[in-house]
């Protein structure tokens, strides 16, 4: 390379240096990552449509006001419906085109929340009248759950639903103030229906807890809010983020529906009014299981844009001393930056296979459903409490982590991290606030571990959940400090030994204390931190061993699954690393041992030799890292990023973005005459008095 060459020159050569490193097969892993070449190639062809249609040109968008955004939304999402037919696109393809909006907007609230609890709870009568409907948007739906009081906590959500069997209707009403519907994407000013959670109440005043109702909010003639019901949108949103989603309020007045709006699939209320009992109590939680596993892939995707941004602008960013070649080194040669981008690298695609694998089991689980059978809900409600919760804080992490390795780029709206981390950020009390969620995961670990303690048979590990398959090493580690037998780093199934250890003896940490401890103490609220977390993890680690072994060997050539399967060890390697405090504390890892690394024996601390692993880890993944990013498939408009061009060229995206500023289109500013003026002659005049005294 020229040592003599520009910055801006530099750039692109190092990004095509750095892709000449790489062996990976990017064509070969961007299938794996998108299903098979089809989903590929369905998914180019949609960016390279949508990309060079003008109602999609991001580049002033930043610079529009909130009604702007939100109009220009609109626009975008009618678009959509028009390419659809004009092109001839399935549904599959016509979701996949409305994914791709960077602009959040309240069409996903019809689509991942509206649409499936609708066609999941509804009676047979309902969907016939509405389902051609709403599968073409000729109603368009969100979904009333929280309130300015309440939200996941459903059994103390004040808004009724009172069955009057006079008239053979139900009564939707909001009895107080904080009753009323809050952050309802969709409800602001877009939807035209909507499904609400209500508490039920029968002829004689029973409360028969919550139940879904379908509900009409605006009129489908001139879109008027219909009379009784009050709507409007919440406000700006923290970060400026969820400028263009109408997040909204709804009141109701004594508002009727019909006795069939009911969403009366599993539960009934009879024309005489009574009631018939669900297969499942919380058999209407479905809605927000459905919403809570799709946020699995999500992360995973946010991961990646974020990952591919750092690692692009990492490779051709030099700072600092010089190497041989004369020039500044990169900086993603400095360990303080790969340690850091790497990892998130690593979680990225574990989340993306782990959400492929949560949607076939929602799937499965949804299919019971529909025949009334619920032995999946529970299980499915833990696992999906955990991962939310577990996933949601990491990649909030990840995001700012990986904002701050551009250093200070990576503070500008062009560099793209910081708006994707504030549009990701409310992930984190979506579908329930983080440490309420890891309550669910103990209750069921629990329940699970004393259940399985009580009668021991070996026969039972086979009956064990994959959520609560870690309690199949108690009948082998019966004591305070089962230790593990290991013998290697670089085998996976050493770190998800260790993780099931570790969740194994949290649970029973937890089981035996918890009697003594009031259940909103710090001490049991941090403890059951640990304990979701624990159980979430050694679910997640099980899982990718079965990648690891399984599915990235029989989808991928060789070569390829070697540098995935690296990848994935280094997630599992990374995640013990953060659980060494526990590890040590339970006695599952003891202070010195001989082991087996990189086909030597190493005797000393544990410790230090699982960071030699990492250390190897890093060394492996760090020249495949690029192809790594590009195998995720983004184009330079997906991203939005002057630092994650594919090209390498930053200086000029970064250049050319700041020429499109509002402020540069004048040469003086609009206010110089009124405020800059004044004070400069202010100052003017007193420097002048201060020289003549």
């Known amino acids: 390379m020229n040592a003599q060459l520009p910055p801006n020159e530099q750039t692109p050569l190092d990004l095509v240096e750095a892709r000449k490193r790489s062996v990976v097969d990017v064509d070969a892993v961007r299938q794996y990552l998108y299903g098979n070449k089809d989903q590929w190639e369905m998914h180019d062809e949609i960016v390279r449509i949508m990309s060079t249609d003008p109602v999609f040109a991001?580049?002033?968008?930043?610079?529009?006001?909130?009604?702007?955004?939100?109009?220009?939304?609109?626009?975008?999402?009618?678009?959509?419906?028009?390419?659809?037919?004009?092109?001839?696109?399935?549904?599959?393809?016509?979701?996949?085109?409305?994914?791709?909006?960077?602009?959040?907007?309240?069409?996903?609230?019809?689509?991942i929340a509206f649409e499936p609890v609708f066609r999941a709870q509804a009676s047979p009568e309902l969907l016939r009248e509405y389902g051609d409907l709403i599968a073409n948007a000729g109603i368009i739906g969100c979904y009333l759950q929280t309130e300015l009081a309440h939200g996941s906590n459903l059994t103390s959500l004040e808004t009724t639903a009172t069955y009057i069997p006079e008239t053979k209707e139900f009564e939707i009403h909001s009895p107080?103030?904080?009753?009323?519907?809050?952050?309802?994407?969709?409800?602001?000013?877009?939807?035209?229906?909507?499904?609400?959670?209500?508490?039920?109440?029968?002829?004689?005043?029973?409360?028969?807890?919550?139940?879904?109702?379908?509900?009409q909010?605006?009129?489908?003639?001139?879109?008027?809010?219909?009379?009784?019901?009050?709507?409007?949108?919440?406000?700006?949103?923290?970060?400026?983020?969820?400028?263009?989603?109408?997040?909204?309020?709804?009141?109701?007045?004594?508002?009727?529906?019909?006795?069939?709006?009911?969403?009366?699939?599993?539960?009934?209320?009879s024309d005489d009014g009574e009631y018939v009992q669900p297969p499942h109590a919380k058999i209407s939680y479905g809605g927000m299981l459905y919403i809570r596993s799709s946020m699995i892939t999500t992360a995973g995707w946010t991961a990646a844009k974020a990952a591919t941004i750092a690692i692009r602008y990492a490779h051709v960013r030099r700072q600092g001393n010089k190497g041989k070649d004369g020039l500044e080194k990169q900086i993603i040669?400095?360990?303080?930056?790969?340690?850091?981008?790497?990892?998130?690298?690593?979680?990225?695609?574990?989340?993306?296979?782990?959400?492929?694998?949560?949607?076939?089991?929602?799937?499965?689980?949804?299919?019971?459903?529909?025949?009334?059978?619920?032995?999946?809900?529970?299980?499915?409600?833990?696992?999906?409490?955990?991962?939310?919760?577990?996933?949601?804080?990491?990649?909030?992490?990840?995001?700012?982590?990986?904002?701050?390795?551009l250093g200070g780029h990576g503070f500008s709206e062009a560099a793209?991290?910081?708006?994707?981390?504030?549009?990701?950020?409310?992930?984190?009390?979506?579908?329930?606030?983080?440490?309420?969620?890891?309550?669910?995961?103990?209750?069921?670990?629990?329940?699970?571990?004393?259940?399985?303690?009580?009668?021991?048979?070996?026969?039972?590990?086979?009956?064990?959940?994959?959520?609560?398959?870690?309690?199949?090493?108690?009948?082998?580690?019966?004591?305070?400090?089962?230790?593990?037998?290991?013998?290697?780093?670089?085998?996976?199934?050493?770190?998800?030994?260790?993780?099931?250890?570790?969740a194994l003896s949290a649970v029973r940490d937890y089981a035996m204390h918890e009697h003594g401890l009031d259940s909103h103490s710090d001490a049991n609220v941090s403890m059951a931190q640990r304990v979701a977390k624990a159980v979430t993890e050694a679910f997640v680690a099980a899982q990718v061993e079965k990648?690891?072994?399984?599915?990235?060997?029989?989808?991928?050539?060789?070569?390829?699954?070697?540098?995935?399967?690296?990848?994935?060890?280094?997630?599992l390697l990374t995640t013990l690393e953060n659980a060494l405090v526990e590890l040590f504390s339970f006695n599952i890892f003891p202070s010195s041992t001989s082991l087996l690394?990189?086909?030597?024996?190493?005797?000393?601390?544990?410790?230090?030799?699982?960071?030699?692993?990492?250390?190897?880890?890093?060394?492996?993944?760090?020249?495949?890292?690029?192809?790594?990013?590009?195998?995720?498939?983004?184009?330079?408009?997906?991203?939005?990023?002057?630092?994650?061009?594919?090209?390498g060229k930053v200086y000029e995206a970064l250049w050319e973005r700041a020429q499109r500023e509002p402020l540069n289109q004048t040469e003086v500013p609009d206010g110089y005459e009124e405020y800059i003026k004044p004070v400069l002659l202010r100052g003017q005049r007193l420097a002048s008095r201060g020289a003549k005294l």
């Open 58 to 111: 991001k580049d002033q968008w930043p610079n529009m006001k909130r009604t702007e955004r939100y109009k220009n939304v609109l626009r975008m999402i009618h678009r959509v419906h028009e390419l659809q037919d004009a092109h001839k696109w399935t549904t599959a393809q016509f979701r996949k085109a409305i994914g791709l909006l960077d602009e959040t907007h309240p069409f996903t609230l019809h689509l």
């Open 176 to 215: 107080t103030f904080t009753a009323s519907k809050w952050w309802i994407g969709g409800a602001g000013k877009f939807a035209t229906h909507g499904v609400v959670q209500a508490q039920l109440i029968l002829r004689n005043g029973k409360n028969m807890g919550p139940h879904l109702f379908f509900v």
């Open 217 to 269: 909010l605006r009129s489908l003639e001139d879109h008027r809010v219909l009379p009784g019901i009050q709507l409007g949108d919440i406000g700006i949103k923290a970060l400026g983020a969820w400028s263009t989603t109408d997040n909204g309020y709804a009141r109701f007045d004594h508002v009727r529906i019909p006795a069939k709006h009911m969403l009366s699939k599993f539960a009934q209320v």
């Open 333 to 405: 040669t400095y360990p303080s930056v790969y340690i850091r981008l790497l990892p998130i690298l690593s979680r990225a695609y574990t989340f993306l296979l782990l959400g492929r694998s949560l949607e076939r089991a929602f799937s499965d689980m949804s299919t019971r459903l529909a025949s009334g059978d619920t032995s999946l809900l529970a299980e499915m409600h833990a696992t999906t409490s955990g991962l939310k919760t577990l996933v949601s804080t990491i990649t909030v992490q990840d995001l700012e982590t990986a904002r701050r390795s």
């Open 416 to 502: 793209g991290i910081g708006r994707i981390y504030a549009t990701y950020l409310p992930n984190a009390t979506f579908e329930g606030d983080n440490y309420i969620l890891d309550f669910q995961v103990v209750r069921a670990a629990v329940k699970a571990f004393k259940a399985y303690t009580s009668n021991i048979k070996v026969s039972e590990v086979s009956q064990l959940s994959p959520f609560t398959m870690f309690l199949r090493h108690h009948d082998q580690s019966n004591k305070a400090g089962p230790q593990a037998n290991l013998d290697s780093w670089h085998n996976p199934h050493t770190a998800v030994h260790l993780l099931e250890l570790r």
């Open 547 to 571: 990648f690891i072994s399984g599915d990235v060997p029989s989808q991928l050539p060789g070569q390829e699954a070697h540098v995935v399967v690296d990848l994935l060890l280094l997630y």
């Open 597 to 647: 690394l990189n086909g030597a024996q190493e005797d000393g601390d544990r410790a230090r030799t699982l960071r030699i692993a990492l250390q190897q880890q890093y060394a492996k993944l760090l020249p495949e890292s690029i192809g790594l990013t590009d195998a995720f498939g983004f184009s330079d408009w997906e991203l939005d990023s002057a630092l994650g061009v594919y090209d």
